[in-house]
């Protein structure tokens, strides 16, 4: 309940001054660009500020319901939590580029590369699950994202030498994990997963990461969880470095929580040669 409520403003349809501008005049008072996460937390009222990290991302109190609001049913605000908006902000592929979305139900993200991409380039996006693809789609189209290519499979079945897929420079993994790092499960709610339990998805998400870094254009991979668990986290990653290592080099791993419904991690591969600091302000890290 004191988790601030987190609205990315969709600039495939409109700007951050125009939404700032659109709750002003329903009452809500803008007090500038957040100057620490301690501010955010202090938010009451309708007070809101914009987000110290992400550029489009306004923040709100706590428990502040926007599902009703033009601009929400509009597209023109998505609600999306922080750290579901990190892994796009962090892959930031350029207008242009092909994309590929790897877990991508319920599309939160997808609609999120699209707006970075400014619909330009293409993104082909998997999820095995019929219904969530169904939703996923209405969800793209008012948001108004033109340029992607919805896929029900398996994205571990996916040929990285298809033709389709030659051009893919960026990968967006966001594998099904524990979800131990959501703060709004409560930890009585929900048992803790087992060891077996956690062994099963680190081995998916060890596949699932070494497929992605098969693509052979490949520049930029962000691999995120909402997970706690260094098995599914730095575990994994060791993993497929060592495999991989020669080729890709992690340039930044750290977790994604904070004042966030998420808290997971986030790494990012880029090839050996161009080897970067991603997001260096962000002041949490994983293990070493």
């Not at 991989?244 to 880029?270: I, M, N, P, Y």
Request: net charge neutral; glycine share 6%.
């Amino acid at each position: 309940s004191q988790v601030p409520r987190y609205v990315r403003v969709n600039t495939l349809k409109t700007c951050v001054d125009d939404v700032v501008d659109f709750f002003k005049r329903q009452g809500y008072s803008y007090l500038g660009k957040a100057a620490s996460v301690e501010e955010l937390s202090a938010l009451s009222g309708k007070k809101f500020v914009l987000d110290l990290h992400l550029p489009e991302l306004l923040v709100f109190p706590p428990q502040t319901d926007f599902h009703d609001n033009v601009l929400y049913t509009s597209g023109h605000i998505i609600l999306q939590d922080k750290a579901s908006c990190l892994p796009a902000f962090l892959l930031s592929p350029g207008p242009g580029a092909h994309v590929i979305d790897a877990c991508a139900a319920p599309g939160n993200k997808t609609s999120h590369l699209a707006a970075i991409l400014q619909n330009k380039g293409q993104i082909f996006a998997f999820d095995v699950d019929t219904k969530r693809l169904a939703t996923m789609n209405t969800m793209l189209m008012r948001a108004g994202v033109t340029a992607f290519q919805l896929t029900q499979q398996d994205f571990l079945t996916v040929d990285p030498t298809d033709p389709r897929y030659r051009k893919v420079t960026h990968i967006l993994l966001d594998p099904s994990c524990s979800g131990s790092g959501m703060v709004t499960r409560l930890p009585q709610e929900e048992a803790a997963p087992s060891a077996e339990r956690l062994r099963a998805l680190a081995g998916f998400q060890r596949k699932a990461l070494s497929h992605a870094l098969s693509f052979p254009a490949l520049q930029r991979l962000v691999y995120s969880t909402c997970s706690l668990h260094q098995e599914e986290n730095e575990a994994v990653v060791e993993a497929v470095l060592r495999d991989h290592g020669s080729a890709f080099r992690c340039a930044s791993l750290g977790a994604q929580g904070g004042e966030d419904t998420l808290w997971g991690s986030a790494l990012t591969l880029v090839p050996h040669h161009r080897l970067v600091n991603t997001f260096p302000s962000w002041p949490c890290r994983g293990l070493a």
